[in-house]
C-alpha cells in the first residue's frame, strides 16, 4: 500500500521497476561456473576468460544444489561437472562460497583433473556416497584427489 | 519564689532543647550525629546504581537473551523456557563473550568428516537471532577461496568455541569482508589465541579495508560504513547523487522506530535479574577452572 502511495505521489522517481532484494545466487541455465580441479581443458577455459556455463542441471528442479551434476558448456564442448561450492545461502554448518565451482568428470564419474586445489565441504563426502550405485557412476572418486576438506 | 522561677527557667530550658532537637530532626540539613546512616544510604544507592549498570553491560556480551522485539513474536513463556535451556547449554560447554569482529575457532562433531570432527577458524561478520535460534557466521579464506560458515550458537553438536582474538570492528556487520581484498579475511589455522588482561575493555580494531574494485555485492556507498577506506575511489558522480537522494537522516530521530527496535529497559531489567546470576557463577566457575588448568604440574616422565 505505502509502495502504491509512493507511486501515485511520485511515478517518476520512486517508479519500482527495479528490485532491492538481495539474489539467491542459485545455479541455474547460463550460469558461469569455476573450473577448480587442473584438467588441461578447465585451466585454459578459466585463463582465458571464458569459464563454462551450465546448459543442464540434472534434477527435478533444474536448480543446482551442492553434490549436483551439470552439464556445462566449456571451450566448444559439452562436459559433466560436479558442484562442489556454491554462492548461494546454504544450511547451517555447511560453507558458502564466494564462488560457483564445479569439478569436471567424465561419464563414468573419473574426474578430469588429479588435483581440486580449493577447501571442498565434508557434506560432499555423504551426498556422493549416496548418489553412487553400484554398476553405476562411481562420483566418490572426485573425493579422491580434494587436497582439503573444511 | 526562687525555687519556682528556676523551675521555670528549667522547664524553658528543657523545652528550648527539645525544640531545638525536634527542629533539628525535621530539618533537611544534615547534622553530624545523622551522617554515617546518609552517607550508608547512599552508598547503597550507589552500589545498587553500578549493579544495575553491570548487569545491563551484559547486554552487550549476551545479546541472545534478549527476545526479538517484534511484538508479534513475543511469547514471554517460550522465551523464559529458551533462557532455562540456553543457560542449561552454557553449563556444559563453555561459550564465551565474542563480537562481530572477533576471530573464533568452532569445533563441531561432523558425521561427514574422516575424524569425525571438523575444526573452522574466522573471523565473526555477523551474529543474529535470539534465543535458541542465535546464529553466528565465520569467514575466512583458505587456499584464496572466500569460504563462510554459520553456525548455531546453542548447536549440540558444537564440541568447543574457542574465542583466539577478542576484539570489535568499527561496524557492526562485516559483510563488505566479501568485496574486500582476500588478506584482511585472511586467518590462518594454526593461530594462537592471544590472551587479554583480565579487566581491561574490549579492544577496538580501527582496521579500514580495501574494497576490490566493482562490481560490488552490495551497495556499500549507501551504508555510512566507517571500516572502508578507499569507497570513494570507486564512485562515479551518479553513485555520489543517489548516495544524497537516498540518505535519511531523520531517522535517528524516530523515536517510535528505535522503540520498536528495542527491548524497554524495564523489560531488559527483569530478564537480566533472572539470568544474571547464573551467568556469573558459571563465568567464575570458568575462571576457575582455567586458573588451575594453568597452575598444573607436569608430568614427569619415565625413563
Redesign the interface.
Known amino acids: 500500500m505505502f509502495k502504491a502511495i509512493v507511486n501515485k505521489l511520485n511515478p517518476l522517481q520512486l517508479s519500482c521497476s527495479f528490485h532491492t532484494t538481495a539474489c539467491l545466487n542459485e545455479v541455474r541455465l547460463l550460469t558461469r561456473l569455476r573450473v577448480v580441479d587442473n584438467s588441461e581443458i578447465g585451466k585454459r577455459a578459466m585463463s582465458e576468460g571464458k569459464p563454462p556455463r551450465v546448459i543442464c542441471v540434472y534434477n527435478k528442479q533444474r536448480v543446482g544444489y551442492i553434490g549436483d551434476r551439470v552439464l556445462v558448456a566449456i571451450k566448444g564442448q559439452k562436459k559433466k561437472g560436479i558442484l562442489v561450492g556454491l554462492k548461494q545461502t546454504q544450511k547451517v554448518k555447511v560453507p558458502k562460497f564466494d564462488s560457483n565451482n564445479v569439478v569436471l568428470i567424465d561419464d563414468n564419474g573419473t574426474p578430469l583433473g588429479n588435483r581440486i586445489h580449493v577447501p571442498i565441504p565434508t557434506i560432499l563426502r555423504t551426498i556422493l556416497k549416496e548418489r553412487t550405485h553400484a554398476k553405476g557412476a562411481d562420483y566418490t572418486k572426485l573425493l579422491a584427489i580434494a587436497t582439503k576438506f573444511v | 519564689m526562687s525555687l519556682a522561677i528556676r523551675r521555670t527557667t528549667e522547664l524553658i530550658g528543657a523545652a528550648k532543647w527539645f525544640l531545638r532537637r525536634d527542629s533539628r530532626v525535621l530539618s533537611t540539613l544534615p547534622e553530624k550525629v545523622e551522617e554515617p546512616p546518609a552517607e550508608l544510604t547512599s552508598k547503597r544507592y550507589r552500589r545498587r546504581f553500578f549493579q544495575n549498570e553491570a548487569i545491563l553491560e551484559t547486554r552487550h556480551a549476551y545479546p541472545e537473551f534478549l527476545p526479538d522485539p517484534n511484538p508479534n513474536w513475543r511469547n514471554s513463556l517460550r522465551e523464559k523456557l529458551e533462557r532455562a535451556d540456553m543457560l542449561e547449554r552454557r553449563s556444559q560447554i563453555d561459550i564465551p563473550e565474542f563480537y562481530v569482529g572477533s576471530v573464533l575457532a568452532v569445533t ?1 562433531s ?5 575424524s569425525k570432527t ?1 575444526r ?1 577458524v574466522g573471523i565473526c561478520i555477523e551474529r543474529k537471532g535470539c534465543g535458541l535460534r542465535a ?1 553466528f557466521t565465520l569467514r575466512n579464506v ?11 550458537l546453542y ?1 549440540p ?1 558444537i564440541q568447543s568455541i574457542q574465542v583466539l582474538r577478542l576484539e570489535k570492528r568499527l561496524d557492526d556487520k562485516l559483510f563488505y569482508l ?1 568485496d574486500a581484498l582476500p588478506e584482511y579475511s585472511t586467518f590462518s589455522f594454526d593461530m594462537d589465541p592471544e590472551i587479554l588482561p583480565e579487566g581491561t575493555p574490549i579492544p577496538v580494531n580501527p582496521v579500514q579495508v580495501k574494497l576490490k574494485p566493482r562490481p560490488w555485492l ?1 551497495r556499500w556507498e549507501r551504508q555510512e560504513l566507517k571500516g572502508v577506506s578507499n569507497i570513494e575511489e570507486h564512485l562515479k558522480e551518479k553513485d555520489r547523487v543517489r548516495r544524497e537522494l537516498r540518505k535519511t537522516p531523520w531517522e535517528k530521530y524516530d523515536l517510535m522506530k528505535q522503540y520498536r527496535k528495542t527491548i524497554p529497559i524495564e523489560d531488559q531489567s527483569k530478564i537480566w535479574a533472572e539470568v544474571h546470576n547464573q551467568l556469573q557463577q558459571l563465568q567464575m566457575a570458568r575462571k576457575k577452572s582455567a586458573r588451575k588448568r594453568t597452575f598444573t604440574t607436569p608430568k614427569t616422565q619415565l625413563g
Open positions: 563441531i561432523d558425521p561427514h568428516a574422516q571438523n573452522f546464529e583458505v587456499d584464496h577461496q572466500g569460504l563462510e560458515v554459520r553456525y548455531d548447536d553438536t566479501r552490495e
